[in-house]
């Protein structure tokens, strides 16, 4: 039974919740939602976080697809016929009933939503796969192409290479690697040896995988590059020179090795729309990983900073602060106060960071809430302490 039927085709649309795509003069995207614009940047809320990109870089912004109009909530029956036929002919493409599969979609191949016709325009190209109808498959692909999103174009290019690569429809080749030299499975290898056995979704599959792999690799891309690169020194010394109300996020010095790690992602996401996931939890633990050694270092430092380790000038006989001591003892709540805002900055950045991935990072984002409520706390009692204080 489809149930709820709209939260299961929004989990098959890859890319249509975003608001907007930046397409940037180098030929990376990033899809997001622009939160500012002024005449020298942009700031756009993506999954990866808040990013800055001068206007200089920005070739041009393509608004988001039409939205359905619809939640969650909203049952199968409910559902605009469009909806409807992609739905049902989702499932009899997992049963292999292509024809059925088909026949569901013919009526609705000039839908003028978008995001529903990008639907049923992959859904058709893997249909005629199935079936091995590749003059079809070619003139559709060649379209995206040419007129698709900036998703599309990277996902066409992909299964124009693989055929390129393998002009039988049989998998040899990813690039100029052998299929042997990427799949184990004896079983698979079968299947993979028959004739035109990119026909097979599993087969396929697996083609589009390691097409993936080789992309991040010619990307120079992998998470211990990434981390190499890392400075604590740097970073620590961005944190220490932090201006008040500026944003962390447009401060950081790795964060164009981040941008870029980020925009290989999202191409080989365009090829497959799960591919990745784990990959980006990992780049996320390692920047989080780097920035808990810099949150520790900061916080030594805040620790020595602290009133409550301060013992200010008294007068002897009555214990009362001194005008000298009311004084170093406002300073210190002063110094206190400087020293722990970059911190919170940082502790909400990483907050934000380890909240986008809760099944992986949910222990260190339980740690970062304690720290942060800790430290709220501490900001308080200073700031009581201090205002009761007069000079």
Not at 48 to 67: H, N, P, S, Y
Not at 309 to 335: D, H, I, M, V, Y
Request: with cysteine; glycine share 4%.
């Amino acid at each position: 039974m489809l149930g709820k039927a709209l939260a299961l085709l929004m989990s098959l649309t890859t890319g249509a919740a975003w608001a907007e795509t930046v397409i940037l003069k180098d030929g990376t995207f990033v899809e997001g939602r622009i939160t500012l614009k002024t005449s020298r940047s942009i700031r756009i809320e993506t999954r990866f976080g808040t990013r800055t990109f001068a206007l200089r870089e920005v070739d041009q912004i393509i608004e988001d697809l039409e939205a359905s109009g619809l939640d969650a909530s909203t049952g199968f029956e409910e559902l605009p016929a469009p909806l409807k036929a992609v739905l049902n002919a989702q499932a009899d493409y997992k049963l292999k009933n292509y024809q059925r599969a088909l026949a569901r979609l013919e009526p609705f191949r000039n839908e003028s939503n978008k995001a529903i016709r990008i639907q049923i325009d992959w859904l058709v190209i893997e249909i005629f796969e199935r079936l091995g109808r590749w003059e079809a498959v070619h003139r559709l692909l060649k379209e995206k192409q040419e007129r698709g999103t900036p998703r599309e174009r990277i996902r066409a290019k992909a299964h124009l290479d693989l055929f390129k690569s393998n002009p039988e429809y049989d998998l040899r080749y990813v690039g100029e690697k052998h299929a042997r030299n990427f799949i184990r499975n004896d079983r698979v290898m079968l299947q993979v040896r028959e004739r035109g056995s990119l026909q097979n979704v599993e087969v396929m599959r697996l083609a589009l995988e390691e097409y993936c792999e080789q992309l991040l690799v010619k990307d120079e891309l992998s998470v211990k590059a990434f981390t190499d690169r890392l400075d604590v020194d740097k970073t620590y010394a961005i944190i220490k020179e932090l201006p008040a109300g500026a944003r962390l996020a447009d401060r950081l010095g790795y964060m164009e090795d981040l941008k870029k790690a980020e925009a290989s992602v999202y191409k080989a996401q365009s090829i497959l729309g799960d591919y990745g996931v784990a990959f980006e939890a990992d780049l996320a633990r390692a920047e989080l990983a780097h920035l808990l050694s810099v949150l520790e270092r900061v916080e030594t430092e805040i620790l020595e900073l602290s009133p409550e380790s301060f013992t200010p000038a008294s007068e002897a006989r009555t214990g009362r602060l001194t005008p000298q001591g009311r004084k170093a003892w406002r300073e210190r709540c002063n110094e206190f106060l400087a020293a722990v805002r970059p911190f919170m900055a940082l502790i909400d950045y990483m907050k934000d960071k380890a909240q986008r991935h809760p099944r992986r990072l949910l222990e260190v984002y339980k740690l970062l809430m304690d720290n942060h409520e800790r430290y709220d706390q501490m900001i308080k009692a200073v700031k009581r302490a201090r205002n009761r204080t007069h000079v």
